[in-house]
Each structure stands twice: as structure tokens, then as C-alpha cells.
């Protein structure tokens, strides 16, 4: 039996299998073949392989996002038909006498090129479709799973990290728990395992390593241990910690359907944070009355190429059709910093997470930033969308998004496309500057959402994706709650609410805190909801108001 020490980032039990993350090295190797004829059936094989998976995809797309979003698996069936494309393979294994991987991806850069230079709109985004299609094949033949993770049934999840756009590919019915080398509590692994509420460890170092592949495991997320091979006694102790676990669930789901309601009757809303439409399972699961957090930059980390607007439409309008009129709060494009996607071609810069990222992106951007808004806005007739945008730093960034989403409202109105005229847009407070300029910022917005995880890493000027600075990493720093503070008084002097949607939110040490302050709303994980919901429907704070805000003042 063998002990791995990290830190827990989400309690609970996991037992099962490890297996390790795969990385294809992306390099495909040219090599000679004798049989040419044995090459192409490889290939025909594969190829017969990739459609039966595209299949199971978009069954499996139809039943979580609808069928007009699963068409795109459809699309690429038939492009894996199309005789032209096969016909370019097989011929050049054929004359060149080379393996059917090099075949594949040749012809597919080849046919992808081809397509971004023509001047047909619908032909030009072809290119990313052949690229998609052609990788897919390759993976097959060289035997690389489509995700990274090559199992048949639930098992641990092992890395050394795993970025966002790795983690939004992952089939999450078969991860019981993440345990990772480095990472941060605010990494992208840590808040999907918290959406996803299964344990998660960091920080295990090299010790994790790839011998363990297969072994039988134990995950304590709370303590941060990894028990490798446990004993007959472990097991049976982590089994009987398992079952109470679940106990202590079962009890919360008796708080569904009650009111988030403190002892001495103040309300909050208690919403959930997710990355896409694939999580509002768990948002309806536990209860929560609306969505506080949609990051849409998910929508452009699952794609090879900017998503079309017809495309995020469909999604948006999912989303707020499932949810029934409770409201879903959708944020703008939020990549940069440790969200890197191939296709924008983002300059490399020494300090990414304080340079071109998010509404800067947008505000540059421009096209890229009206798309997304008229597909936002015209999803907003079918249900209760507000619209909020991150990284403000000026009351001049907000004035130039009030003028574009004027002029985009103006086409839709030309066109006679329905939309809520009288939508919500908020502004996430997430650096020192928005927080100090509330006041100004407040009289020309309907919301602010606090990110407490920017807001501690600009405020106490600490990297949170930096392992190495987790001793100085203090979301509980009084400069952060006192800068909540001053953002939520000057919401209410304006007569705007305020909420939190990053991590802190769900910080019970903090929740008296926070309604001490008049704090309106919470997002946190769905899996976080009916915790929360407990915390607060036992917590009273109107007689101790000045001393529970005394340390922060």
C-alpha cells in the first residue's frame, strides 16, 4: 500500500482504477509500406470506424443539446463518404507506397486549404470540418483515444495538468475523480471537478507517476490522499467513509424545493456556475434558481474555428428554454490568460493573464464580439437571459459596449428578429479598478457579479494557476472583502444587486460574511447548491452586522 500527499481541492470518496491521461505528440511520421492494398483497407477500416463513432456522438449530442446542434456529427459522416476525399487517400498511398496516417492527414491539410480559400462563406468553413474528420481517422489509426482517456468503465483520472480546452472533451460519465501532479485550488481541473462534484487532488508532484496505471486507488479529496494498493482494512474503512458521504447527500436533497432564506429573513439567490449546456442536469439536479455563470468561451474551446452565431444560438436558446424562465446569466468570451485557443492566433505575451484577454479581445475584435451578441440577444426571446461581461477596468469600456449593443439591437430590429428589449447586462467586478469606480460603474449597468478568483489574483498580485504560490494565494485578504464591500454598497446606493460567481462564493467561512454585506446572489458549483443552501438557512446576521463586518473594515 502506497500514500501520495496532495491537497484535496473537492471532498469525497472515489475508489477505482487509475489511468493516466494520453497525448498524441501530434507528429505524424512518414513511412514507406510494401502492401499498398493491406494500407488502404487500414484506412477503409478506420474510416468505417470514425463514422460508427460519429454516430454514437450524435446520438448522444441529440439527447443533450437537441438535434439541430447534433447535425454537425451528421456533416461530418458524410464528409468521411465524399469520393473526392477518399479517392485523394487511397490514391496516394497507392503511388507513394506510404502509410495510410500520413495519407490521411496530407489529404486532409490539402482539402482544408483548399476550402479557406474559396469565397463561399458555407464552403470556407469546410476547412475546419475536413481538419476535424481527417484527425479523427488519424487518431483511429494510430490508436489514440478521441479524449485522452482510454478506458471502457469509470476510473481516477491521473495528469500532470489538464488544460480547459482538454478537460471540455473529456466524457465525464467515466471520471470518478482527478488527482493531478501540479495544479492550483483555482485550476480548471479543481472548479470542473466542483461542477461535476467528485474528489479532486493537486499538487501530488512526480511521485504520481505512470507506473501506477491500472492499480487500484483510493481518492480522499477531503484530506488529499491517494492510497495506492489499500490493504483489506483501508478499503473496508474508505468504503463505510464512501457510504457516509452519500448519507450526508441524501439528507441535503430534502432542502430542494425550499426557500434560500437566512434565520432572520433575508433572500438570497443561490444559482449554479457552469461551462456548458451539458451541465444544466446537475443544475436542475440540485435545485438551483437560476444559472449565475455561463462561460461561454466553452463553446470556443469544444470548436476547431469560431462558432458560427446560428451555432451559439442554438445553444444559448437550449439553455434558456431548459430552464423554464429562471434566469441563466451568460458572460461574454472570456479567453487569454490560461484559455489558449489555436484558432485566434493570440500573440504570446510574458504576462498573459493581465494582457489581451476577454472584453479586450472584444472590444478589438469587434465582428467576433457582435456575432456572439446577436446570437445572445435572439435567444433572450425564448427565456430569461441576461448578459454579463468580464475583465472591466473602465467606465469608458462600458459606454463602448452599450453603444455595440445598441447598434446590434438596431439590426435585429431591421431585420424583425424578436428579442427582449429590455434584457439585463452586468459587468463581472474582478480587478481593484471596477471595484473602486463601482459607483460610476453602477449607474450605467443592471448587475455586478464578483469574480473573487481575478479579484484575489489582481488585488494581492499572486498568480492562482501558479502551484508554487498556494502559501500566498488569500482569498480571505482584507483588501478583497473590503473591495466587495465598497462594490456592493455602491450597487444598492444605485439600486442595482450584486452577486459573486467565483469560487468564494461557496465559501462557508464566508457566507455570514457575505450577507452581512447585503450580498444578493451566489453562484457557485451546482454540486456547492444545497450545502450552501443548509449554511445559509441556518445563519443569522442581523444583531452581529457591525462586528461579523468589524474585521473586515
Not at 470514425?50 to 461530418?76: C, P, W
Not at 486532409?108 to 470556407?124: H, K, P
Not at 453603444?403 to 474582478?430: C, F, H, T
Amino acid at each position: 500500500m502506497i500514500t501520495l500527499q496532495g491537497k484535496g481541492v473537492f471532498g469525497g470518496i472515489a475508489i477505482g482504477e487509475i489511468a493516466f491521461y494520453k497525448r498524441d505528440s501530434g507528429v505524424i511520421q512518414r513511412r514507406k509500406v510494401e502492401d499498398t492494398d493491406a494500407e488502404v483497407q487500414r484506412f477503409e477500416d478506420a474510416k468505417a470506424e470514425a463514422i460508427r463513432e460519429l454516430g454514437e456522438l450524435y446520438d448522444k449530442a441529440v439527447s443533450e443539446v437537441g438535434e439541430s446542434n447534433a447535425m454537425l456529427f451528421q456533416t461530418h459522416q458524410f464528409m468521411l463518404e465524399d469520393l473526392d476525399y477518399v479517392e485523394a487517400i487511397t490514391n496516394m498511398i497507392k503511388t507513394q507506397s506510404i502509410n495510410a496516417e500520413y495519407a490521411v492527414s496530407a489529404t486532409g491539410d490539402n482539402f482544408s486549404q483548399m476550402f479557406a480559400a474559396m469565397d463561399d462563406d458555407y464552403m470556407r468553413e469546410r476547412a475546419a470540418d475536413v481538419k476535424d474528420i481527417s484527425a479523427r481517422v488519424v487518431k483511429i489509426l494510430s490508436g489514440v483515444s478521441e479524449n485522452g482517456l482510454v478506458t471502457d468503465k469509470p476510473v481516477i483520472l491521473a495528469a500532470d495538468d489538464l488544460a480547459p480546452s482538454e478537460t471540455v472533451q473529456l466524457n465525464k460519465d467515466m471520471v470518478l475523480s482527478f488527482v493531478t501532479q501540479g495544479g492550483s485550488t483555482n485550476s480548471h481541473t479543481a472548479i470542473l471537478a466542483r461542477t461535476m462534484n467528485i474528489p479532486a487532488i493537486i499538487g501530488i508532484g512526480t511521485a504520481l507517476d505512470e507506473k501506477y496505471e491500472g492499480k487500484q486507488a483510493i481518492v480522499d479529496g477531503q484530506s488529499g490522499s491517494l492510497i495506492i494498493d489499500p490493504d483489506e482494512a483501508t478499503m473496508a474503512v474508505y468504503v463505510k467513509k464512501k457510504e457516509e458521504h452519500m448519507e450526508k447527500q441524501r439528507l441535503l436533497q430534502q432542502l430542494k424545493g425550499k426557500e434560500t432564506v437566512s434565520l432572520d429573513g433575508k433572500k438570497v439567490k443561490l444559482y449554479a456556475n457552469i461551462g456548458n449546456a451539458s451541465d444544466i442536469g446537475a443544475v436542475i439536479q440540485n435545485d438551483a434558481a437560476g444559472i449565475g455563470l455561463f462561460r461561454s468561451e466553452f463553446l470556443y474551446l469544444e470548436n476547431s474555428d469560431f462558432p458560427s452565431e446560428e451555432e451559439q444560438f442554438k445553444v444559448y436558446k437550449y439553455v434558456a428554454e431548459t430552464l423554464a424562465g429562471k434566469q441563466v446569466i451568460i458572460r461574454t468570451l472570456d479567453i487569454g490568460a490560461d484559455k489558449q485557443i489555436d484558432y485566434f492566433n493570440l500573440p504570446h505575451e510574458e504576462n498573459p493573464a493581465m494582457g489581451y484577454r476577454a472584453i479586450r479581445i472584444c472590444l478589438t475584435q469587434k465582428e467576433i464580439f457582435r456575432t456572439q451578441l446577436r446570437a445572445l440577444l435572439r435567444a433572450s426571446a425564448f427565456g430569461n437571459i441576461a448578459i454579463m461581461f468580464p475583465m472591466i477596468i473602465a467606465l469608458e469600456e462600458v459606454l463602448e459596449i452599450k453603444r455595440i449593443v445598441k447598434s446590434v439591437m438596431a439590426e435585429l430590429d431591421e431585420s424583425g428578429i424578436p428579442y427582449n428589449k429590455e434584457i439585463q447586462l452586468g459587468i463581472m467586478i474582478e480587478t481593484p479598478a471596477a471595484a473602486m469606480i463601482s459607483d460610476d460603474l453602477a449607474k450605467e449597468v443592471d448587475f455586478f457579479s464578483v469574480g473573487t478568483n481575478d479579484l484575489t489574483q489582481y488585488t494581492t498580485a499572486v498568480d492562482r494557476q501558479n502551484a508554487n504560490l498556494e502559501n500566498f494565494y488569500y482569498p480571505h485578504h482584507k483588501a478583497i472583502l473590503r473591495l466587495i464591500k465598497m462594490a456592493a454598497d455602491n450597487a444598492h446606493k444605485n439600486g442595482i444587486w450584486i452577486g459573486i460567481c467565483g469560487e468564494l462564493g461557496a465559501d462557508m467561512e464566508l457566507t455570514e460574511t457575505f450577507l452581512a454585506m447585503g450580498i444578493d446572489e451566489l453562484s457557485v458549483s451546482p454540486a456547492c447548491v444545497l450545502p450552501l443552501r443548509q449554511k445559509i438557512r441556518e445563519t443569522s446576521v442581523k444583531d452581529r452586522q457591525e462586528e461579523i463586518l468589524k474585521d473586515v473594515l
